[in-house]
């Protein structure tokens, strides 16, 4: 099991960037890859961006495509999710994932189900 624990969230006015961290620890060795996922107020949990465990694939939802990037820090064990151009829309708890499929190293998931260790959210508003 790895244990994620995020930061960097909070209110930033439309247009603005934000970056979120997430700080793995235990058995990263049996990490293939890591994701950010996001949950608005009364919707499910949806993907926004993964990348696998060397940092040379990275994959991201259409709707963030072009303001987000997704980054890894192996020595820290810590992947970023820099947010540029934020709307209200993107308002939501973003929560970091990992996964111990080894099949995701080469082929990135956006299914909630491919991720098996979770954090406990970060919370990010943007404001109009």
């Known amino acids: 099991q790895v244990q994620l624990v995020e930061s960097g969230g909070g209110l930033v006015q439309a247009g603005g960037s934000l970056r979120l961290s997430c700080a793995a620890s235990?058995?990263?060795?049996?990490?293939?890859?890591m994701a950010w996922f996001r949950q608005a107020p009364g919707k499910e949990r949806v993907f926004v961006a993964a990348?696998?465990?060397?940092?040379?694939?990275?994959l991201y939802a259409d709707s963030v495509k072009g303001r987000f990037t997704i980054s890894i820090d192996n020595a820290r064990s810590t992947v970023y999710l820099q947010m540029k151009s934020l709307k209200p829309v993107d308002t939501a708890v973003y929560y970091c994932?990992?996964?111990?499929?080894?099949?995701?190293?080469?082929?990135?998931?956006?299914?909630?189900?491919?991720?098996?260790?979770w954090g406990q959210g970060t919370q990010v508003t943007v404001s109009s």
């Open positions: 990348i696998n465990w060397n940092g040379a694939d990275t």
């Open positions: 235990g058995r990263t060795s049996s990490t293939y890859a």
């Open positions: 994932s990992a996964s111990s499929y080894p099949h995701l190293e080469y082929e990135l998931g956006t299914m909630a189900q491919k991720y098996d260790s």
